[in-house]
């Protein structure tokens, strides 16, 4: 069992900048690959971004490539995500995911463990 908990979301202006942090405990964090997904009212959950149990490869989705960077810290079992440039339509609850993957899941599905989602709000 892993427990996942996200912290780091607010308000914040068009163009500033949020990191949301992702505090994982139980079963060895490093073995998980670890992903962020958003939520936008009415909307579907989407995928934003994924780095491999290693923190050696990332995938971004396009919407987001250039300003946010997912990133790990195993020593504090902690993954990140950096969030520039914000606009308006990131607004939505990021929920912070594990998944029992080598690769970079991209889909809700692949993903074992799940937070309770932190509230991203831009405003304009």
């Known amino acids: 069992q892993v427990t996942l908990v996200e912290s780091g979301g607010g308000l914040v202006q068009a163009g500033g900048s949020l990191r949301l942090s992702c505090a994982a405990s139980?079963?060895?964090?490093?073995?998980?690959?670890m992903g962020w997904f958003r939520q936008a009212p009415g909307k579907e959950r989407e995928f934003v971004a994924a780095i491999n149990w290693s923190g050696g490869s990332a995938y971004s989705t396009d919407s987001v490539k250039g300003r946010f960077t997912i990133s790990r810290d195993s020593a504090k079992n902690t993954v990140y995500l950096q969030m520039n440039s914000l606009q308006p339509e990131d607004t939505a609850v990021y929920y912070c995911?594990?998944?029992?993957?080598?690769?970079?899941?991209?889909?809700?599905?692949?993903?074992?463990?799940w937070g309770q989602g932190t509230q991203v709000t831009v405003s304009s």
């Open positions: 995911a594990a998944a029992s993957w080598r690769g970079l899941p991209a889909t809700k599905s692949q993903y074992d463990y």
């Open positions: 139980g079963r060895t964090f490093s073995s998980y690959a």
